[in-house]
T-cell receptor, first 109, second 115 residues
């Protein structure tokens, strides 16, 4: 079993829909990261969480430390949100991020 | 633009060869991290340097080595290349490193193709 599990693996949505991507982990963490990777390959860090909830524009990330679970929500989805979203957890050393396998999101107009 | 510069963007070489990937971190960032992304293994952490010293090591093969120079740029050396080394190699930087609560800034990656 992977230490970081994401679901779903693939997600298709119509523009305007509310989207949720889930991440569960089985190790003790110091922080959880949500990353976005566009088709061109570049990776952008969206959020880093150690507790609670963070919001940036239409993106919201939550984490429940007790349940070892995090969610990434996208409100009013747009085709430009189409990307792979990757959950990663940091343990005792930031460098040793453990990555989920990613969720491929496609938003159609 | 993340402020992290990776060169070259693409590299095509043959099995058995040696290549060097270069990374310049954001101004002021002391830590550089190297990651490998392949189709079958996803993203994997290779190695971290902090202010010139190796800080953490991941799934880095013995054929691979890295270093961070006094100006904080880093190089990843891959030798005796095999077909399976074909992958996207990312570097990232952060201000400090090792605290677990720092945002990472990623370069655009180097696509290595070993033929």
């Amino acid at each position: 079993k992977n230490e970081v599990e994401q679901s779903p693996q693939n997600l298709t949505a119509q523009e305007g829909e509310f989207i949720t991507i889930n991440c569960s982990y089985s190790v003790g963490i110091s922080a959880l990261h949500w990353l976005q990777q566009h088709p061109g390959g570049g990776i952008v860090s969206l959020f880093m969480l150690s507790s609670g909830k963070k919001k940036h524009g239409r993106l919201i990330a939550t984490i429940n430390i007790q349940e070892k679970h995090s969610s990434l929500h996208i409100t009013a989805s747009h085709p430009r949100d189409s990307a792979v979203y990757i959950c990663a957890v940091g343990t005792h050393s930031l460098g040793k991020l453990i990555f989920g396998t990613g969720t491929r999101l496609q938003v159609f107009p | 633009d993340s402020g992290v510069t990776q060169t070259p963007k693409h590299l095509i070489t043959a099995t058995g060869q040696r290549v060097t990937l270069r990374c310049s971190p954001r101004s002021g960032d002391l830590s550089v991290y190297w990651y490998q992304q392949s189709l079958d293994q996803g993203l994997q952490f290779l190695i971290q340097y902090y202010n010139g010293e190796e800080r953490a090591k991941g799934n880095i093969l013995e054929r691979f080595s890295a270093q961070q120079f006094p100006d904080l740029h880093s190089e990843l050396n891959l030798s005796s290349l095999e077909l399976g080394d074909s992958a996207l190699y990312f570097c990232a930087s952060s201000v400090q490193g090792g605290t677990g609560n720092e945002k990472l800034f990623f370069g655009s990656g180097t696509q290595l193709s070993v033929l």
